[in-house]
């Protein structure tokens, strides 16, 4: 009961709750800017990478992911990519330059018809 006592003289005290207001997790690399966010292809060469070495990490909010980089690319994945290789996640461009692929879920392929890979999605949107 002493845990209890001690929060009913902090609630008649009157002390209050602070609200957050930035963001809890202010990396430089997590500043990007979303250049895509939809459904995408995942390459067949990444998606052999990660299904025979997935490097499982946790992130700040305690979610397991694969994480692959390469040549500026690094790709988050937070389920296992299926067979069809098609999945719903966002691309970000860092402030160095830098390309930031997070794939958060399966897509339905039944529902989601564009199979345009990262690169070819980040290209179209250059050339316009």
Known sequence: MERRE???????????????????????HHRGEIVYHGPM??????????????????????????RYAENGWTWLFR????????MVGEIVRTPAGDI???????ADP?????NDEPTAILHAREVK
């Open 6 to 28: 001690f929060f009913k003289s902090l609630v008649a005290s009157g002390a209050t709750v602070a609200e957050r207001t930035e963001r809890r997790n202010i990396r430089e």
């Open 110 to 114: 039944e529902r989601y018809t564009r």
């Open 79 to 86: 389920c296992q990519i299926p067979a069809h290789r098609k």
């Open 41 to 66: 292809l995942i390459p067949e060469r990444v998606a052999l990478i990660v299904a025979e070495h997935p490097a499982i990490k946790r992130t700040t909010h305690s979610h397991l992911v694969s």
């Open 100 to 106: 930031r692929v997070h794939c958060w879920s399966a």
